[in-house]
């Protein structure tokens, strides 16, 4: 298939690849027992940097540390996170529930740390613009098509709507975004107002397995945002 290269490292992550299987079941991991929570956070403490963190969480961090800093009632310790055609991993859930939601699949899932990935991305409609969460690049859920072409400098390719990678910027096509060395570590997904039939129409063009260039007339006019981030670590 045409994107099959191009989607090699999103399709791992959002399966799971550290896990191999549709199920696992998690270990016996004894948990931290502070339930009171820190002080709020700063804005630096929200802050993504591609590789290297995701907030607090950082590619050494685990389960364990991640309760002791924000308190067992933010963190969902050995909690289900639900990928793409059916997979799943037992992972954890940091702020479930909240705008601030995020989820993390670990590369060490016997003692839960190492982290392999953290998805950002998960307010209930009409709380979107609560999400605390950024790149340091400035994304954030939210960032327009148009927006990600002033990040980048330059135009991008994204996989078709329709299907379970849908929307995922598959190419930064050399722009301010690409990282030649460590490609994957930053995966974008792109959605739209699907309710609006107005939009759907627009989008009818941009389906499928195929990847769309930004500057596609279709794909300006739908000037779809970032519904969901992932950052992947070294």
Known sequence: M???LLLTVTICLFNGCSSK?????????????????????????WECIAGEKAGVITAITSEQELIGKLGSANVSAHDTVFGAEGFFSIGTILFKGTPNEAQIVW????????????ELGFAPTGQ?????????????????????????????????FGWDYGGTVVDWAG????????????????????????????????????????????????????SHFIISFR
Do not use: C
Request: net charge negative.
């Open 2 to 4: 045409r994107l099959l």
């Open 128 to 160: 979107e613009g609560q999400i605390k969460w950024f790149t340091n690049t400035g994304i954030k859920v939210g960032t327009t098509l148009k927006e990600l072409e002033q990040i980048n400098v330059g135009s991008f390719r994204f996989s078709g």
């Open 21 to 45: 299987n549709k199920e696992q079941k998690p270990d016996s991991v004894a948990l931290p027992t502070n339930t009171t929570g820190t002080t709020p956070l700063a804005k630096e403490d």
């Open 175 to 226: 722009g301010k975004l690409a990282d030649p060395h460590s490609p994957g570590l930053l995966s974008v997904i792109l959605a739209y107002e699907f309710e609006n039939p107005a939009l759907q129409t627009v989008a009818d063009k941009l389906l499928g397995d195929s990847a769309f260039d930004s500057t596609d007339p279709n794909a300006q006019k739908l000037n779809p945002y970032v």
């Open 107 to 118: 590369k060490d899932t016997t003692h839960f740390r190492n982290p392999e990935y953290v």
